[in-house]
């Protein structure tokens, strides 16, 4: 894996989930890892309000000063600097659309002299997003905002409690076209295992198993 992994994509996606997960993936597996929450356009979903659970696994987090309190103020710690000389792997978890975008984009030219990979997550059952066009769409503006072109796809289609196996195939193939119009590898699925066993799902290609540690502040 590259030094810096990029997490973006549109509201709602299941990025920081997604962001939580591969970060407790990556340290149970022997590396050393590191969180930068660049998200400032959402105060309800944030990577830094899991600094407790991340710290059980030895992962460092690198966030607002404003994280698991009650103000949401749009701005980064100086200390989103480090990322460029921590050890390991670092996980950058991005603001949704190319509002989020635009904070990764401070960062850029030394990002891309450090090597990165960034991977659009998409969620077919979000609107704005239920087409593959639409899906296209919203990553070019993320890139264009972040002036960090994507290297891959990661299909996180869900309904929340609601998932089930064929949400899930539903949306391999929503992402399998979503990265043929991209001109991107589709490089894993999420599933959620506590909903959904693995052997239910009839997909080709890396099955990645989450759990579901980022829930609504609201029972849908």
Do not use: W
Not at 105 to 123: L, P, Q, T
Not at 139 to 165: C, D, F, M, W
Request: hydrophobic residues 40%; proline residues 5%; glycine residues 8%.
């Amino acid at each position: 894996m590259k030094k810096i992994i990029i997490i973006y994509g549109h509201y709602g996606c299941g990025k920081t989930n997604l962001s939580l997960n591969l970060a407790i993936d990556l340290a149970q597996k022997g590396d050393k890892v590191t969180i930068a929450d660049m998200d400032v356009v959402n105060p309800y979903f944030r990577s830094g309000d899991y600094t407790d659970l991340l710290k059980e696994y030895g992962i460092d987090v690198i966030a607002s000063d404003f994280s698991h309190s009650n103000l949401d103020l749009p701005s980064l710690p100086a200390t989103m600097y480090s990322i460029f000389v921590r050890e390991g792997i670092v996980i950058i978890d991005v603001g949704g659309d190319d509002a989020g975008a635009y904070a990764l984009g401070r960062f850029s030219s030394k990002i891309k002299e450090a090597g990165y990979d960034a991977y659009y997550v998409v969620n077919g059952k979000r609107t704005l997003t239920t087409t593959p066009s639409e899906a296209a769409e919203i990553l070019r503006e993320i890139e264009n905002a972040s002036s960090l072109p994507a290297t891959g796809v990661i299909n996180n289609t869900h309904l929340q409690k609601y998932t089930n196996a064929d949400v899930i195939e539903e949306g391999i193939c929503f992402a399998q076209e979503t990265a043929k119009l991209l001109s991107l590898p589709l490089v894993a699925t999420t599933y959620p295992e506590e909903y959904i066993e693995k052997s239910k799902i009839k997909a080709e290609g890396k099955l990645f198993p989450v759990k579901v540690l980022v829930k609504p502040p609201f029972d849908l």
